[in-house]
């Protein structure tokens, strides 16, 4: 009998542990998987979507539908004029030249020539009106940038779109088309 009562208090304890690894390793990460499922729908990482983006595609001239007059892939972004290299209107900046961001004792410069691309001749004007506010901006943002920032043609790109970003903020109302470098040397 005491046998028995011992037989009994092992397969007890043996199917409690058994509840626990199903839940463990099974009910735990089902439950997992499927939140992270229903997150990623709801958040429109997957799924989602439906008819209004198979319209907005439609509309929009997506892959199988003809060329519409501004549309496509090469269109210019809202808000923006497709812009003609032979109309187009550049104002170059004057030569800068900064310390970079190094952290020790070492120095770096910058050395940059840019040239601003305009919608129309009748902004040159306007733009030499901000030039110390533009050539401000550019010089407090390149004096915190690393020699590392600028390495390859992905640091080259951030820095153009921030160029672009700041001197759009320094020129309102005047619309900067795009940052052309004319030269840039890393010493």
Request: negative net charge; without cysteine; charged residues 25%.
């Given at each position: 009998?005491?046998?028995?009562?011992?037989?009994?208090?092992?397969?007890?304890?043996?199917?409690?542990?058994?509840?626990?690894?199903?839940?463990?390793?099974?009910?735990?990460?089902?439950?997992?998987?499927?939140?992270?499922?229903?997150?990623?729908?709801?958040?429109?990482?997957?799924?989602?979507g439906g008819e209004d983006?198979?319209?907005?595609?439609?509309?929009?001239?997506?892959?199988g539908a003809p060329a519409?007059?501004?549309?496509?892939?090469?269109?210019?972004?809202?808000?923006?004029?497709?812009?003609?290299?032979?109309?187009?209107?550049?104002?170059?900046?004057?030569?800068?030249?900064?310390?970079?961001?190094?952290?020790?004792?070492?120095?770096?410069?910058?050395?940059?020539?840019?040239?601003?691309?305009?919608?129309?001749?009748?902004?040159?004007?306007?733009?030499?009106?901000?030039?110390?506010?533009?050539?401000?901006?550019?010089?407090?943002?390149?004096?915190?940038m690393r020699v590392e920032?600028?390495?390859?043609?992905?640091?080259?790109?951030?820095?153009?779109?921030?160029?672009?970003?700041?001197?759009?903020?320094?020129?309102?109302?005047?619309?900067?088309?795009?940052?052309?470098?004319?030269?840039?040397?890393?010493?």
């Amino acid at each position: 009998m005491a046998d028995e009562a011992v037989g009994m208090d092992g397969e007890g304890e043996g199917k409690k542990k058994g509840g626990k690894k199903l839940i463990l390793f099974i009910l735990l990460p089902l439950l997992l998987i499927g939140g992270g499922g229903a997150a990623a729908f709801l958040t429109g990482m997957i799924g989602g979507g439906g008819e209004d983006a198979a319209h907005a595609e439609g509309d929009a001239g997506g892959h199988g539908a003809p060329a519409a007059a501004g549309g496509g892939h090469g269109a210019a972004p809202a808000g923006q004029q497709a812009r003609d290299p032979l109309t187009a209107v550049y104002y170059d900046l004057p030569e800068m030249l900064v310390n970079l961001n190094t952290g020790g004792k070492r120095v770096s410069f910058l050395k940059l020539k840019v040239s601003l691309e305009l919608q129309k001749q009748e902004d040159t004007p306007l733009v030499e009106k901000v030039l110390p506010r533009i050539v401000d901006s550019f010089q407090v943002y390149l004096r915190e940038m690393r020699v590392e920032d600028l390495s390859g043609s992905a640091g080259i790109y951030r820095l153009r779109e921030e160029l672009l970003d700041r001197v759009n903020v320094a020129a309102r109302p005047v619309v900067v088309n795009d940052v052309l470098f004319r030269e840039m040397l890393v010493q």
